[in-house]
């Protein structure tokens, strides 16, 4: 649940969900309101109106009948009864004015300080599915009413029964409300974040095949250009890398020629000291030219994924290091397929073992499963890195001032080359200085999992 709030698509969904919610809930908040007060309005003119008819039949009924008449004629909302007089208020309710604009003449309707006691317990209208509830504002109080006879009345105004509808069942229909919309808002946010991901998935399949298919050109407009502009930034990045490579390849191609002939001639020099220093000088310049087409090279993927024995790969590796006097071993089993490049991977590997046996005497390869992915450690016997350089040792051309680069050379390509080779592949490379001595160089590579 945390992976999909963190998540865009869970980011829209509850965006979505929650506006949803608070509209409607607001939106459902005003219709109840409405509605009350339309209820409330209807109810005090029903009552205005059966107060009319009672207090007219009243009026019609001989003065001596009229406690038994009333006695029977009241009905629920309105009590009206012979008697003195109550104490008056300050002024006419709306209800009262009314009232006595509709008897005209010669009825006197004035409102009364106290109140039923009804209105002291008043009625609560469900709002909101009922999660809410709001008070009865309608008419609630005591009126004094003169008939034209002379004769005194009481008329009691009171709430509702009940406003409350015991049959409904709220839960069902705020579940199916909740449902409904978490429904809807899940599908926006899967189609509003759908070309995203698209996106995302081809840019970190760009990183591993520069010769992936373009991305097709459908959806919204939005959505077109940019997947346009995602295919053209792969032409063009595909373009600069041939020609990188291309360029490179050149112009190895064109020193080996100048070279060679600089080593035939070094061979005339006559002082064996000199041109044993010239020759290795050559040999340096030599490798440098070749690492630097390998690094170019490294970062090319023109050649194809493929389904690839984890551990057949290494034991090929760590043979063929061993059948050029390397001093290697390999222990271990991932029991696992990758997807990736076998030369490339052969690059990787063999770049490792060698630094191992130049700088450490030794390459140590063990390999295991760990979550998921493979982990293959190389170990060497020599003096490890320093902490603060281990990060810098990645960098092109760059080498580590000390006995470890100056007894054994080399060009300071090895390790950029195998980790831009493991970054294409999913993968990644980490450094650690063994506590028992010796550097540990360690491969992370993900499970091949086929149909995902």
Known sequence: MKAFLGSMTGRVFVTLLLGILISGALTQLMADNERQRVLE??????????????????????????????????????LLEVGEPRPLAKGASEFAETLGERLGAGYQIVSASARPPACESPVRIPQLYGLLSARWRGACEY???????????????????SAVNDDTDYRAVIALF???IAFLAYLVARMTTRPLKQL?????????????PPLDLTGASEIRQASAAFNAMQARIRQYIFQRTQMLAAITHDLQTPLTRMRLRLEKVADAELQERLIGDLSAMQAMVREGLELARSMDTTESMQMLDLDSLLASSCDDAADANQPVTLNGRSGMAILGRPLDLRRC??????????????????VDRVNGAARIRVRDRGPGIPPNEQARVFDPFYRVETSRSRESGGTGLGLTIARNIAGQHGGSIALANHPEGGLEVTLMLPEYYPGK
């Open 349 to 366: 590997l063999g770049n490792l073992i060698d630094n191992a046996v130049k700088y450490g005497r030794e390459a140590q390869v063990t």
């Open 41 to 78: 309005h209807a109810r005090d003119q029903n009552l205005i109106e059966r107060a009319e008819q009672l207090i007219m039949a009243t009026e019609i009924v001989p003065a001596p009948a009229r406690r038994a008449y009333l006695a029977v004629a009241n009905r629920p909302g309105l």
């Open 178 to 180: 909740f449902v409904s």
């Open 143 to 161: 009126l004094n009413v003169r008939l034209r006879d002379g004769e005194a009345l009481r008329l009691a105004v009171l709430p509702p029964r």
């Open 200 to 212: 995302a998935v081809a840019a970190q399949e760009l990183g591993n095949d520069i010769n992936r």
